[in-house]
Structures are given as structure tokens and as C-alpha cells.
Nanobody
Framework: QVQLVESGGGLVQPGGSLRLSCAAS????????MGWYRQAPGKQRDLVAV???????NYADSVKDRFTISRDNAKNTVYLQMNSLKPEDTAVYYC???????????????WGKGTLINVSS
């Protein structure tokens, strides 16, 4: 199985920056997509940013030019650099990998437990 652990959440003032990290561990054969999603109170979980194994990226319109997704393949880790944070960015942020745990297994979705980002003065 694949386990994902996020870190880097917390309280930040509007206009500030934070960097989230998500490290994958366990049995990992291959990773196809790494991404970040967020869920604000009372709302559905939405995509923030994703990166494919080929390096292609996709961002939610609301975070373009403010957030940057990156990865360290050697560490099976994905990052989310968040700049110019706004109160509306407040949410629980979840890491997501689409990966295969073994050569004989089909790709599956794996989720972290989430980390809270609170943008408030």
C-alpha cells in the first residue's frame, strides 16, 4: 500500500506564503499523477493543482499565478508553494497520488489525511 503524509499547514496572514509537502511511502511501483485538492467548510473537495509524471501541470483558475506545484521524484514527494494567500484559500488541503503499488496492480487513487490552511488576520 501507499501512504501519503502532508506537512506545512497552519495559520498565515493574508498576503503571506506557505509551502506544503506530501511524501509517499510504502510499496510504490510507479506514480502517474501527483496533486493537491482542497475542501473548505461546507463545500466540496476541489482540485488545486496537479502534475503528471511527464511534468504537465494544471491549476485551478483561482490559484493560477499564486500557487506552484513541484516534485522531487527521488523522494516521492510533491510540494505546493502558495504565495499571496487570501482568506478564501482557507481549507483543508489534501494530497493525492495516482499510483501503482505493484507491477501487477492497477493504478489507484491515494489520499493523505489533509492539512488545514487558515488564512486570517
Amino acid at each position: 500500500q501507499v501512504q501519503l503524509v502532508e506537512s506545512g499547514g497552519g495559520l498565515v496572514q493574508p498576503g503571506g506564503s506557505l509551502r506544503l509537502s506530501c511524501a509517499a511511502s510504502g510499496s510504490i511501483f510507479s506514480i502517474y499523477v501527483m496533486g493537491w485538492y482542497r475542501q473548505a467548510p461546507g463545500k466540496q473537495r476541489d482540485l488545486v493543482a496537479v502534475m503528471t509524471s511527464g511534468g504537465s501541470t494544471n491549476y485551478a483558475d483561482s490559484v493560477k499565478d499564486r500557487f506552484t506545484i513541484s516534485r522531487d521524484n527521488a523522494k516521492n514527494t510533491v510540494y505546493l508553494q502558495m504565495n499571496s494567500l487570501k482568506p478564501e484559500d482557507t481549507a483543508v488541503y489534501y494530497c493525492n497520488f495516482v499510483a501503482r503499488a505493484g507491477a501487477a496492480q492497477l493504478p489507484s487513487n491515494y489520499w493523505g489525511k489533509g492539512t488545514l490552511i487558515n488564512v486570517s488576520s
